[in-house]
């Protein structure tokens, strides 16, 4: 089977803006226009799904300014990049704990939602997302069915956990890049990722190219993908 669901840890723009002597904000600015040129990589590629970390969980604890920016640049680029998506088709999804965001983000997120929904690709974004949060709230709407009397605890298997994952219709990663080299998936879609191939480039998010995608690309086509057996 090809790459059909690619999904990206964008790391390094604040270490792309700190080496330039730029305020961070500068690097997720830049690192907009990254995602931007990955679309369309995606495009060419024949990759239907692509998920980008975008804001994890823990990302709240960063200084209250560079959120607030951060925020502010999210509604901009989607205000923006609108026209992109209905010109390749794409359909944007969020997922994580929508509550946390400010209302006009959620807002402006969830217009563009629905503006595209209709298209089979898909960007989905992650905005505080995190993992083991995702996997709670899997284990609470369980629990809460099972309480009711409408499961049977005995019953519960991998697949119904799956079930109730945030975008249970979206199916697992392929593949999984990471940028900037750190080595480790900083709670990025642990259930997803049990069999994704994980690619890791010393690249900085900004600076990621059509060659540093290619790469990727071409290290996951050589790989064979045994999941457990021989």
Known sequence: MGLRHLAIIMDGNGRWAQARGLPRTEGHRAGGETVRRVLGYCRDAGIRYLTLYAFSVENWKRPAAEVGALMRLLVAHLAGEEPLLHEHRVRLR????????PPEVDAALARVERATEAYERQLIVCLSYGGRTEIAHAARALARLAAQGEIDPESIDEAAVAR???????PDPDLIIRTSGELRLSNFLLWQASYAELYVT???WPDFSEADFRAA???FARRSRRYGGI
């Not at 109730?164 to 979206?170: A, I």
């Open 94 to 101: 969020v997922m994580g704990r929508r509550e946390d965001l």
């Open 164 to 170: 109730h994952l945030y975008l249970p219709d979206v």
């Open 202 to 204: 010393p690249t900085l």
């Open 217 to 219: 690309l071409d290290a």
